[in-house]
T-cell receptor, first 116, second 115 residues
Framework: EAGVAQSPRYKIIEKRQSVAFWCNPISGHATLYWYQQILGQGPKLLIQFQNNGVVDDSQLPKDRFSAERLKGVDSTLKIQPAKLEDSAVYLC??????????????FGPGTRLTVL | AQSVSQHNHHVILSEAASLELGCNYSYGGTVNLFWYVQYPGQHLQLLLKYFSGDPLVKGIKGFEAEFIKSKFSFNLRKPSVQWSDTAEYFCAVNALKGTASKLTFGTGTRLQVTL
């Protein structure tokens, strides 16, 4: 079975520019997650989708970050405008069930963002 | 709010040495516990998980972890490490809150196994 796909793998931008990341979850997975992993830290959940609805976006900085999951499959995470502190790896994960606490989340390779 | 502490940030072991990585969590309710591993150049993948039942959980590649509720701990162990175990290890806790589950990760432990 194909894993979670993400693109691009690397992105370098200047502060105040905008950037978008794309994620394609494992086929049939209803729940999709975006995480931010800053160097030296563990991944931090930004947003969780159940099909195409948002379940939890409490840690998403909504003044600059946005995410959507149209049609309940692919998802896009956008940052506009980017700040230096947004430099991180952005991970996408998916799980097959309904985002329950026992679900196993499958992670993609991540997008490494550098903001100069 | 739930939180996870991993006190060992960087561990260096020789091959065949025994491994124990500490993980403590903070949450007052029922939790589900995970260990994820990230090998160099690869993505995060599940090593093992605990939901209920036998507190000693066995995972892939000879790893095991023990849930000790009274100590809020879920330490990872392996009796004899191999060079291929060199990786970063993350402990995570997931508690269902309302309709959302929230997976909270520790800061990770980088394991380096020398020949």
């Amino acid at each position: 079975e194909a894993g979670v796909a993400q693109s691009p793998r690397y992105k370098i931008i200047e502060k105040r520019q905008s950037v978008a990341f794309w994620c394609n979850p494992i086929s049939g997975h209803a729940t999709l997650y975006w995480y931010q992993q800053i160097l030296g830290q563990g991944p931090k959940l930004l947003i969780q989708f159940q099909n195409n609805g948002v379940v939890d976006d409490s840690q998403l900085p909504k003044d600059r970050f946005s995410a959507e999951r149209l049609k309940g499959v692919d998802s896009t995470l956008k940052i506009q405008p980017a700040k230096l502190e947004d430099s991180a790896v952005y991970l996408c994960a998916s799980s097959s069930a309904f985002g329950g606490a026992t679900d196993t989340q499958y992670f993609g390779p991540g997008t490494r963002l550098t903001v100069l | 709010a739930q939180s996870v502490s991993q006190h060992n940030h960087h561990v260096i072991l020789s091959e065949a040495a025994s491994l124990e990585l500490g993980c403590n969590y903070s949450y007052g309710g029922t939790v589900n516990l995970f260990w994820y591993v990230q090998y160099p150049g690869q993505h995060l993948q599940l090593l093992l998980k605990y939901f209920s039942g036998d507190p000693l959980v066995k995972g892939i590649k000879g790893f095991e972890a023990e849930f000790i509720k009274s100590k809020f701990s879920f330490n990872l162990r392996k009796p004899s490490v191999q060079w291929s175990d060199t990786a970063e290890y993350f402990c995570a806790v997931n508690a269902l809150k309302g309709t959302a589950s929230k997976l909270t990760f520790g800061t990770g432990t980088r394991l380096q196994v020398t020949l």
